[in-house]
């Protein structure tokens, strides 16, 4: 089996495969989209208090 063989075999493979996948409607793209920024936007504040937080103790122990 040559290589043009095995790309074509690759990419018929790879296209079955995406048939199977069942892809989100725009409702629940949005939905998920909203739910990822809240959690970064969460994280981002959480670990600034805590940098903030770790700071300021390391900063009392260096004194």
Do not use: C, H
Not at 37 to 62: P, R
């Amino acid at each position: 089996m040559g290589k043009i063989d095995t790309i074509k075999a690759f990419l018929t493979e790879a296209r079955a495969e995406l048939k199977k996948v069942v892809w989100p409607n725009k409702k629940q793209t949005v939905q998920v989209t909203w739910v990822v920024i809240a959690l970064t936007v969460f994280l981002a504040v959480f670990l600034g208090v805590v940098d903030i937080g770790l700071s300021s103790v390391v900063k009392y122990v260096l004194k």
